[in-house]
């Protein structure tokens, strides 16, 4: 099994900044793209951003320009900074990963269990 344990979430003004973390860890045999996805209240999961282990990046709109990941593939994690956070912004947000562990049979997906972000106005 991959276990991936998020932190960094928080209550934050707007316009402030978090930088969200998530290792990977366990018996990996290996990972491939990593994420982040968001929950509000009400709607459904999203994805943020994600990193292929190549290092090429993608982006939600709603985040561009606002939002960067980042991956260390030594230490088996991913970053999330976010900068100039608006209150639509508050969620629970998700670890997400496609890998591979010495018990699965092929990469399959795994999610760690949220930290929340929340941003006040």
């Known amino acids: 099994q991959v276990r991936l344990v998020e932190s960094g979430g928080g209550l934050v003004q707007a316009g402030g900044s978090l930088r969200l973390s998530c290792a990977a860890s366990g018996r990996i045999l290996s990972i491939d793209a990593m994420g982040w996805y968001r929950q509000a209240p009400g709607k459904q999961r999203e994805l943020v951003a994600s990193i292929t282990s190549d290092g090429v990046t993608n982006y939600a709109v709603a985040v561009k320009g606002r939002f960067t990941i980042s991956r260390d593939n030594a230490k088996n994690t991913i970053y999330l900074q976010m900068n100039s956070l608006k209150p639509e912004d508050t969620a629970i947000y998700y670890c997400?990963?496609?890998?591979?562990?010495?018990?699965?049979?092929?990469?399959?997906?795994?999610w760690g269990q949220g930290t929340q972000v929340a941003v006040s106005s």
């Open positions: 997400n990963t496609n890998s591979q562990s010495d018990s699965d049979f092929f990469s399959r997906p795994y």
